[in-house]
């Protein structure tokens, strides 16, 4: 995936045939029947978007999502763990505390969306600022 940097205009052009995917490693152990290509994903939070390719067969590990989860088919079919079957088209929204995984039968690549809504990330905020202050360290 190939990015264009168009600072002027505020925005990036990620180009997916571009640039290389990597080894899927978000859940645990690297799984080699998936890929994905981080597009705004930042680890240290957990939030961001990103490309997932699966390969035919491939099971994700069973995962938490302690934020929103929201994603789109856009080739192939998956297969959530409670037998519902999405196609390229098909947007699925998972909320806080959810629980799942998905497999596919001929592969797939969908656009992943994780981030956390703002009352969480306020809450968030707070406890870590009631974090510092009993530490005695200054807060942000």
């Known amino acids: 995936m190939t990015m264009i940097d168009d600072s002027a205009l505020g925005r990036r052009v990620l180009r ?79 909320g806080p505390n959810t629980h799942h995984n998905s497999w596919t039968r001929t592969g797939c690549v969908i656009v992943v969306f994780e981030w956390a809504p703002l009352a969480q990330q306020r809450a968030a905020a707070i406890r870590t600022s009631d974090s510092a202050s009993d530490t005695g360290s200054p807060s942000a």
Not at 18 to 28: H, I, N, P, S, V
Not at 61 to 71: A, L, V
């Open 16 to 94: 997916r045939d571009a640039r290389k995917f990597e080894r899927y490693d978000l859940e645990g152990p690297p799984q080699p029947e998936m890929e994905w290509l981080p597009i705004s994903f930042d680890r240290a939070s957990g939030q961001g978007c990103y490309l997932m390719r699966m390969a035919p067969g491939a099971v994700t590990i069973p995962h938490d999502h302690p934020g929103m989860e929201e994603f789109m088919v856009l080739e192939g079919d998956l297969v959530d763990s409670d037998g519902t079957r999405f196609g390229p088209g098909d947007f699925i929204s998972y």
